[in-house]
């Protein structure tokens, strides 16, 4: 079985664009989050959607959206990008039904470097 | 003030000893916990999750839970080189979301 798929693994841009980065969840799991990683520190939670439905956001500015399409799929787009803005792209998916938050499943990530 | 705090590290202990990882949350309301290995690299797997006070064991791995105290633990009993990784100790504070402590880089030396 396949397990949670992101693309681009990695890509690199300069200041001031924009990205998008894609993920496909575990086969069954309706829940999918994004999670930024700076090298050295813990995942941070950046959104959560859920039956296609944003059902929470972390503190990230407003250059940060996503969406979830009917087949679960998600998207994560930055805009505006910053140098602070490099780091590995967690995307996540869970089995359990919001609003519960169950066991996180995470791909391989997709590791943005912006210079 | 930090929602979840690890050992700083980075531990090392001896091939066949016991590897014990701690962890503190701040937020009473937590309910579920969670232990992620990550190699270097690579993204965090999920090793353990423990809902409720006591121990939990799986294999070589056990989780502690102490929610009076508001500490979870990890022992890696028997390590093994290939152990060696960053834990991440997790707890889903909120309705949607998990918020990780920063890691803590474990050596295991043969």
């Known amino acids: 079985d396949a397990g949670v798929t992101q693309s681009p693994t990695h890509l690199i841009k300069t200041r001031g664009q924009q990205v998008t980065l894609r993920c496909s969840p575990i086969s069954g799991h309706k829940s999918v989050s994004w999670y930024q990683q700076v090298l050295g520190q813990g995942p941070q939670f950046i959104f959560q959607y859920y039956e296609k439905e944003e059902r929470g956001r972390g503190n990230f500015p407003d250059r940060f959206s996503a969406r979830q399409f009917p087949n679960y799929s998600s998207e994560l787009n930055v805009n505006a990008l910053l140098l602070g803005d490099s780091a590995l792209y967690l995307c996540?998916?869970?089995?359990?039904?919001?609003?519960?938050?169950?066991?996180?499943?995470f791909g391989e990530g997709s590791r943005l470097t912006v210079l | 003030q930090k929602e979840v705090e690890q050992n700083s590290g980075p531990l090392s202990v001896p091939e066949g000893a016991i590897a014990s990882l701690n962890c503190t949350y701040s937020?009473?309301?937590?309910?579920?916990f969670f232990w992620y290995r990550q190699y270097s690299g690579k993204s965090p797997e999920l090793i353990m999750s423990i809902y409720s006070n006591g121990d939990k064991e799986d294999g070589r791995f056990t989780a502690q839970l102490n929610k009076a105290s508001q500490y979870v633990s990890l022992l890696i009993r028997d390590s093994q080189p290939s152990d060696s990784a960053t834990y991440l100790c997790?707890?889903?504070?909120?309705?949607?979301?998990?918020?990780f402590g920063t890691g803590t880089r474990l050596t295991v030396i043969p």
């Open positions: 997790a707890a889903a504070t909120g309705a949607n979301n998990l918020f």
């Open positions: 996540a998916s869970s089995l359990v039904s919001y609003p519960n938050t169950g066991e996180l499943f």
């Open positions: 937020d009473r309301g937590s309910q579920s």
